[in-house]
Nanobody, 115 residues
Framework: QVQVVESGGGLVQAGGSLRLSCAASGSIFSFEFMGWYRQAPGKQRELVAAVTSDGLTNYAEAVKGRFTISRDTALNTVYLQMNSLRPEDTAVYYC?????????WGQGTQVTVSS
C-alpha cells in the first residue's frame, strides 16, 4: 500500500504565499508522476500542477507564473509553492501519486484566501 499525506494548507490574505507538501510512503520505489489537484465548492476537481519522474512539469493556465511545483525524489515528496494568492484559489488541494498503474490520493488540505 502507498500512503499520501498533504500538509501546509491554511488561511492567507490575498497576495500572500503558502507552501504545500506531499509525502508518499509505503511500497513505492519510483513514481510516474505526482501532482496537485484542487476542488472548489460546486466545481470539478482540476489539475493544478504535476511533475514526472523525469522532472517534466505541467501547470494549469490559471496558476502559471504564480505557482511552482518541485520534487525531492529521494524523499518521494513534492511541493507546491503558491505565490500571489487570490480568493479564487480557495479550494481543497489534493495530492495524487501515480505508480505501478495505480492512483493514490491524499485526503486533502484546505487553502482559504481572504480578500
Amino acid at each position: 500500500q502507498v500512503q499520501v499525506v498533504e500538509s501546509g494548507g491554511g488561511l492567507v490574505q490575498a497576495g500572500g504565499s503558502l507552501r504545500l507538501s506531499c509525502a508518499a510512503s509505503g511500497s513505492i520505489f519510483s513514481f510516474e508522476f505526482m501532482g496537485w489537484y484542487r476542488q472548489a465548492p460546486g466545481k470539478q476537481r482540476e489539475l493544478v500542477a504535476a511533475v514526472t519522474s523525469d522532472g517534466l512539469t505541467n501547470y494549469a493556465e490559471a496558476v502559471k507564473g504564480r505557482f511552482t511545483i518541485s520534487r525531492d525524489t529521494a524523499l518521494n515528496t513534492v511541493y507546491l509553492q503558491m505565490n500571489s494568492l487570490r480568493p479564487e484559489d480557495t479550494a481543497v488541494y489534493y495530492c495524487k501519486v501515480f505508480v505501478r498503474s495505480w492512483d493514490y490520493w491524499g485526503q486533502g488540505t484546505q487553502v482559504t484566501v481572504s480578500s
